[in-house]
Nanobody, 112 residues
Framework: VQLQASGGGLVQAGGSLRLSCSAS????????MGWHRQAPGKQRELVAE???????NYADSVKGRFTISRDNAKNTVYLQMNSLKPEDTGVYYC???????WGQGTQVTVSS
């Protein structure tokens, strides 16, 4: 497994979750890492991404609530999700842009 995601679960609206994605060093280094999500019946969308230098980009819908970060020494990217809303529900996928690698997805469910 080249990308391994974890940290999903069930949380009430307003709660928090932290997702983690570990990658093999050959994939992680000098690569833009991102989190995407897919809600039932909808297309997969970009949530956030971060360059190897730490520059982050967010979807408008999560700005101010989610924070993406990476630990280059651990080859791991994180997504801290605060103030979760029911519309944040979906399967979250870790992605390495160069090479188009995808993790297996982790379910996030936010109850109202």
């Amino acid at each position: 497994v080249q990308l391994q995601a974890s940290g999903g679960g069930l949380v009430q609206a307003g709660g928090s979750l932290r997702l983690s994605c570990s990658a093999s060093r050959g994939i992680f280094s000098i690569n833009v890492m991102g989190w995407h999500r897919q809600a039932p019946g909808k297309q997969r969308e970009l949530v956030a991404e971060i360059t190897s230098g730490g520059r982050a980009n967010y979807a408008d819908s999560v700005k101010g609530r989610f924070t993406i970060s990476r630990d280059n020494a651990k080859n791991t990217v994180y997504l801290q999700m605060n103030s979760l809303k029911p519309e944040d529900t979906g399967v979250y996928y870790c992605n390495a842009r160069r090479g188009s690698y995808w993790g297996q997805g982790t379910q996030v469910t936010v109850s109202s």
